[in-house]
């Protein structure tokens, strides 16, 4: 049975896929899914407490999972008249909005997946998810925009990825270091493999949405090897490296409030038999020398 979803749901845009487009976002779609299943079987074979990060993997790819199944449908997507319109008036190019709603999502989370292994400060994770958000959201504004403004939003964006690379690679990268050599060994291979490939997005964005160079088909090519590499590879190997790590260090468990309530009451008695062991000692001592005492005065 041959792909029809381009018959089924048919586009609006003058400037859109074709099969072979689609059939290239179905293979996507497929890496993004098996992936996800793998990272599932994973998770369950490791301790309640050390699945945070594999939760965070299933989240971005279950998410790529449906953006993916969307664009391969031919849906998600608006047509947007375009600034370069190759002397046609009127010409209108695809804009796949179903990508950005599955980017505000899960580059969020992909940093998450980077800082939390490195004891980063609250406020710095906020405005690093704060900024990411930012970049997102004005790269779809851009997008919508058929006026020469949307490179004013695309410079917006970029000067927010400009910031997100300033806290990965400095504060994010020293903080990483206070948990211990391998853990700013794996942080700093993640950060600087994660910053590369989102530096590819913005080229990718002034190709196809921005300045209308590259045709759709190519666009999903250039965005469905960029995806691949930044969400099932990046999460699969990220993970994996953590997962070598001492996880108690980054004080991440995850575990029923039951259990966590039984490791702290388990510590509290330790202590308190810790001091009643240091009280009596310290009696007998000092009983023991007053006896002595007292049998030298008689």
Same mark, same amino acid.
């Given at each position: 049975?041959?792909?029809?979803?381009?018959?089924?749901?048919?586009?609006?845009?003058?400037?859109?896929?074709?099969?072979?487009?689609?059939?290239?976002?179905?293979?996507?779609?497929?890496?993004?899914?098996?992936?996800?299943?793998?990272?599932?079987?994973?998770?369950?074979?490791?301790? %309640?407490?050390?699945?945070?990060?594999?939760?965070?993997?299933?989240?971005?790819?279950?998410?790529?999972?449906?953006?993916?199944?969307?664009?391969?449908?031919?849906?998600?997507?608006?047509?947007?008249?375009?600034?370069?319109?190759?002397?046609?008036?009127?010409?209108?190019?695809?804009?796949?909005?179903?990508?950005?709603?599955?980017?505000?999502?899960?580059?969020?989370?992909?940093?998450?997946?980077?800082?939390?292994?490195?004891?980063?400060?609250?406020?710095?994770?906020?405005?690093?998810?704060?900024?990411?958000?930012?970049?997102?959201?004005?790269?779809?504004?851009?997008?919508?925009?058929?006026?020469?403004? %949307?490179?004013?939003?695309?410079?917006?964006?970029?000067?927010?990825?400009?910031?997100?690379?300033?806290?990965?690679?400095?504060?994010?990268?020293?903080?990483?270091?206070?948990?211990?050599?391998?853990?700013?060994?794996?942080?700093?291979?993640?950060?600087?493999?994660?910053?590369?490939?989102?530096?590819?997005?913005?080229?990718?964005?002034?190709?196809?949405?921005?300045?209308?160079?590259?045709?759709?088909?190519?666009?999903?090519?250039?965005?469905?090897?960029?995806?691949?590499?930044?969400?099932?590879?990046?999460?699969?190997?990220?993970?994996?490296?953590?997962?070598?790590?001492?996880?108690? %260090?980054?004080?991440?468990?995850?575990?029923?409030?039951?259990?966590?309530?039984?490791?702290?009451?388990?510590?509290?008695?330790?202590?308190?038999?810790?001091?009643?062991?240091?009280?009596?000692?310290?009696?007998?001592?000092?009983?023991?020398?007053?006896?002595?005492?007292?049998?030298?005065?008689?």
């Amino acid at each position: 049975m041959g792909n029809d979803a381009l018959r089924v749901n048919p586009s609006d845009s003058d400037v859109t896929i074709n099969t072979k487009g689609s059939d290239w976002l179905w293979a996507v779609f497929a890496v993004m899914l098996l992936t996800n299943f793998l990272m599932m079987a994973w998770m369950f074979t490791l301790p %309640k407490g050390r699945r945070t990060f594999h939760h965070m993997a299933i989240f971005i790819l279950t998410t790529a999972s449906i953006a993916y199944f969307s664009m391969a449908s031919n849906l998600g997507s608006t047509p947007i008249p375009v600034e370069f319109n190759g002397n046609r008036e009127n010409l209108t190019r695809a804009i796949w909005y179903v990508r950005y709603i599955d980017w505000v999502i899960t580059t969020p989370l992909l940093l998450l997946e980077l800082v939390l292994a490195t004891g980063l400060p609250l406020s710095d994770i906020m405005a690093l998810l704060f900024f990411d958000e930012v970049m997102i959201i004005t790269g779809l504004v851009g997008a919508l925009v058929a006026s020469t403004y %949307k490179w004013g939003y695309f410079a917006f964006g970029c000067a927010a990825l400009i910031y997100i690379w300033v806290i990965l690679l400095g504060p994010a990268l020293k903080s990483s270091g206070t948990l211990g050599p391998d853990f700013k060994k794996a942080y700093l291979l993640s950060a600087a493999y994660l910053s590369f490939i989102w530096m590819l997005y913005p080229i990718a964005w002034g190709l196809s949405d921005g300045a209308n160079v590259i045709s759709p088909d190519s666009e999903m090519i250039f965005y469905g090897i960029l995806d691949i590499l930044a969400k099932p590879v990046f999460t699969a190997w990220h993970v994996y490296q953590i997962s070598r790590l001492d996880y108690t %260090k980054m004080q991440l468990q995850s575990g029923k409030y039951s259990e966590g309530a039984a490791m702290v009451r388990e510590n509290e008695l330790h202590n308190v038999n810790n001091t009643a062991l240091k009280n009596a000692r310290a009696d007998a001592t000092a009983s023991g020398r007053f006896s002595e005492a007292t049998a030298r005065e008689v």
